[in-house]
Structures are given as C-alpha cells and as structure tokens.
C-alpha cells in the first residue's frame, strides 16, 4: 500500500487555467504538507496543515490554496496558473507536527505552457 | 544568510571511499535534523535524523551534530555507485506554535566504480 499518494503525477496545462492536485496518505499520521521543487532542485515548503491548524509559507501566491476534506487528504488547487509554477509538487505527512520525519509522496510535474 | 546552507556539488568520490556531506543552519533554536536522499526523479527519502549533539550510526551512514557550530553533516563508508543521489539536509524550523521542515538546497554526490 502506498503510504502517501498524489495524482496526477503529471499535468500539462495552459497559462490562466485553474488545476487542483489531489494528495492522501494512509498513514494515520496528523500533519500533512505541500512542497514545491523548482527546476534548481530546492525544496520549498508551501504549506503545512494538522487538521485546524494552518501555516502558509509568506511568500505563495494566494493563488495557490491548500483544502483538506478530512486529516487523511491535503488538496491542492491552483487558480490562474503561470509559466513560473512549473514544478515538481511534492505532497508528504508527519505523525505530528514538529519533530517527525516527513514521508513524502512520489510527486506531481507540473507544466504550465 | 540562508536558513540551510550546503554545497551543491556535484561531490565525487571513488567506490569503497567515505563521502562527506556537510549542513550548516542559521537558526540556533533548531532541535531536529535530518538528511534525505533523493534519486533523480524521485521523491526524498529520510536516511536519517539525530536530534542530540554528537554521531548517530545507521549501518554505512553516520549522521554528526554540533550545535554549537550549527552544523550537521552525514558520512558515508564504503560508498556504493547506488549512493550516488542528491542528499539533503533539513532542519525544523519553529514559528509560533509550530514547526516546519526547511530544506537545503543539496548535494550531489556521485560514486565512481
């Protein structure tokens, strides 16, 4: 079983479309993440989310939002969407927020042409 | 100054030798450490973490802290051409209430049969 899943795990698309990138993991674990990985390999996070608790990273777009139907799922949808956002988007989990390690999910290639 | 410094590399080294990868990180207050690795195309992997001064021993791998210093780094014995990867240093980072994980940007190690 996959611990943590994110699809698709590729997407092309257009300049000003909207997309949204799914993220579950079946680990239990109370924290979950969303990180972007640009074309020079440096891991960014984005988000991180345990459940009533929200921290946005500064400096995202408010074009990106983070929407989590329940602590197994961190969805992310993407409004307007920009050649810069192309990306390696990668989804992961913690058991909780602070000292656990991530486990991360195999990632989603965003291309925005 | 960058909030997890490393060099990117790429770092070589022959089969069988001990690789040496170093982290430094600005924020005096971090307590948890970890290193993942990362294949090309592939998502991050933990190798290890080490929350108290000293060495911690996995197998090949040895993770060392020095707070003091800010600085943590990962040796590899007996290097194998399957080590050859992207490893990455991250340290939790406390804001407010929580933590987050903020990564270096890497480096590349290659490992010549």
């Known amino acids: 079983d996959t611990a943590v899943s994110q699809t698709p795990k590729y997407l092309v698309t257009q300049m000003g479309n909207d997309k949204s990138i799914k993220c579950e993991q079946n680990?239990?674990?109370?924290?979950m993440y969303w990180y972007k990985q640009d074309s020079k390999k440096f891991l960014k996070i984005m988000f991180s989310?345990?459940?009533?608790?929200?921290?946005i990273n500064e400096t995202v777009p408010n074009r990106f939002s983070p929407k989590s139907p329940d602590k197994a799922h961190l969805n992310l949808h993407i409004n307007s969407l920009e050649l810069g956002d192309s990306a390696v988007y990668f989804c992961?989990?913690?058991?909780?927020?602070?000292?656990?390690?991530?486990?991360f999910g195999n990632g989603t290639r965003l291309t925005v042409t | 100054q960058k909030e997890v410094e490393q060099n990117s590399g790429p770092l070589s080294v022959p089969e069988g030798a001990i690789a040496s990868l170093n982290c430094t990180y600005s924020?005096?207050?971090?307590?948890?450490f970890f290193w993942y690795r990362q294949y090309s195309g592939k998502s991050p992997e933990l190798i290890m973490f080490?929350?108290?001064?000293g060495d911690k021993e996995d197998g090949r791998f040895t993770a060392q802290l020095n707070k003091a210093s800010q600085y943590v780094s990962l040796l590899i014995r007996d290097s194998q051409p399957s080590d050859s990867a992207t490893y990455l240093c991250?340290?939790?980072?406390?804001?407010?209430?929580?933590?987050?994980?903020?990564f270096g940007k890497g480096t590349k190690l290659s490992v010549k049969p």
């Open positions: 992961a989990s913690s058991r909780e927020w602070g000292n656990s390690p991530l486990h």
């Open positions: 680990l239990g674990h109370d924290t």
């Open positions: 989310y345990n459940n009533k608790e929200l921290i």
């Open positions: 924020d005096r207050g971090s307590q948890s």
């Open positions: 080490i929350y108290s001064n």
């Open positions: 991250a340290v939790i980072k406390y804001g407010g209430s929580q933590g987050n994980l903020i």
